[in-house]
């Protein structure tokens, strides 16, 4: 196996999958690429047993083979050759050569044969979807996942997938993020759900970029499949039911407010600053036109702005954790922001001013 490629498409393309090559392995090998150069392309495979990320990109000259690398030297060793310099690799005597102008390289290699694959076949499930959509779903539900759960669906997020629509649900039970997006069903059932890890989610808004191109999405029972023009993304799932999420979305909120996205961001970024790291409660004191967010700690400080918001309702509190309520508005895009109350008592629902298309429920606190 030989083959010549620019430094910078190769260190480009590296970056992309090197995340998910942890830095403590069960197994040496997981701490190797696996190097496929097959009909002018070379393909590049990580995998940390959950998750497998395939990158493809065209050779300037090769010859096919197959072999392993050590992820972290290769990496290192890509990124420190000048951009505009030609990389070449080739075996010899079970030993990656690696030149480049005046520098040489020698790394060590692993068998082949013992680098482990997910399993790429037999999915039953196919859909396409715009990127920019699949990047906006993740993007604007991630941040409400759990993190450490014990009941570990919660520690992923719910793909919910219909005729014409895909949904995304994530939560910690104390709050919820919800999202749907046009997409387009090649196979598959009318209305199925999946879950995918925390550590996919994340990995897939890393390497999705901006470019507008669709996005197919394949999956089964097991197995996640993620198809770019030159990468190949595949996780596990998740092994469990997700909880029914409708039940929590609050239905009837008589009290109505509109707020200025930014000016609410920054009243809460302000009244954050004297919150406890431990205790994260803030007061809304709702009146006509006014809304009045409230921070008091433990140290007996206080903090408090007034904000001019479109209110008509009674006035009543609500308490809620801060730092829930800034990731919300921080999903936001839109200039207004639109919260639905039933009571102090109830969970808030927050979304953009007369667009549903994103929800986001937040529990009240005592505070």
């Not at 690799?89 to 102008?101: E, L, M, P, Q």
């Not at 967010?293 to 007034?306: D, G, K, L, P, S």
Request: charged residues 25%; hydrophobic residues 40%.
């Amino acid at each position: 196996m030989r083959f010549q490629v620019h430094a910078e498409t190769l260190a480009k393309n590296i970056q992309d999958i090197s995340n998910i090559v942890e830095k403590r392995q069960t197994s040496p090998i997981l701490g190797y690429f696996l190097l496929h150069v097959h009909g002018g392309e070379l393909i590049v495979t990580a995998t940390d047993l959950e998750i497998e990320i395939m990158v493809k990109l065209q050779l300037e000259s090769s010859e096919d083979g197959m072999v392993t690398v050590p992820a972290k030297k290769f990496s290192d060793i890509c990124r420190s050759i000048p951009s505009q310099d030609i990389i070449r690799c080739s075996i010899k005597d079970n030993f990656v050569h690696i030149t480049s102008g005046s520098s040489r390289f020698t790394l060590n290699t692993l068998p082949y044969d013992d680098f482990p694959r997910l399993d790429t076949d037999n999915f039953s499930n196919e859909y396409e979807i715009s990127l920019l959509a699949f990047k906006d779903l993740l993007d604007r539900t991630h941040f409400a996942m759990a993190i450490q759960d014990v009941r570990t669906f919660l520690n992923g997020m719910l793909l919910e997938f219909g005729e014409n629509t895909i949904r995304a649900v994530s939560t910690d039970a104390h709050r919820l993020a919800l999202c749907e997006k046009p997409i387009t069903k090649v196979n598959g059932d009318d209305k199925v759900q999946t879950i995918l890890p925390r550590k996919a989610v994340q990995e897939l808004l890393r390497i999705l970029d901006s470019v507008e191109e669709s996005v197919k999405i394949k999956f089964n029972e097991n197995h996640f499949q993620v198809l770019l023009p030159n990468i190949q993304f595949i996780s596990k799932l998740v092994d469990g039911h997700y909880p029914d999420y409708e039940r929590v979305l609050p239905v009837g909120g008589k009290f109505k407010l509109l707020a200025d996205r930014e000016q609410l961001k920054q009243s809460l970024i302000r009244t954050a600053i004297l919150a406890s790291e431990k205790y994260k409660g803030v007061l809304l004191r709702l009146e006509p036109d006014v809304i009045h967010i409230i921070v008091n700690n433990t140290e007996h400080e206080t903090a408090e702005v007034e904000l001019p918001v479109d209110y008509q309702g009674d006035s009543f509190e609500v308490g809620f954790n801060i730092s829930y309520l800034l990731d919300v508005v921080n999903s936001i895009k839109e200039d207004q922001v639109e919260f639905q109350f039933i009571d102090s008592a109830s969970s808030c629902m927050m979304m953009e001013q007369g667009n549903s298309e994103c929800r986001y429920v937040v529990m009240p606190m005592r505070v």
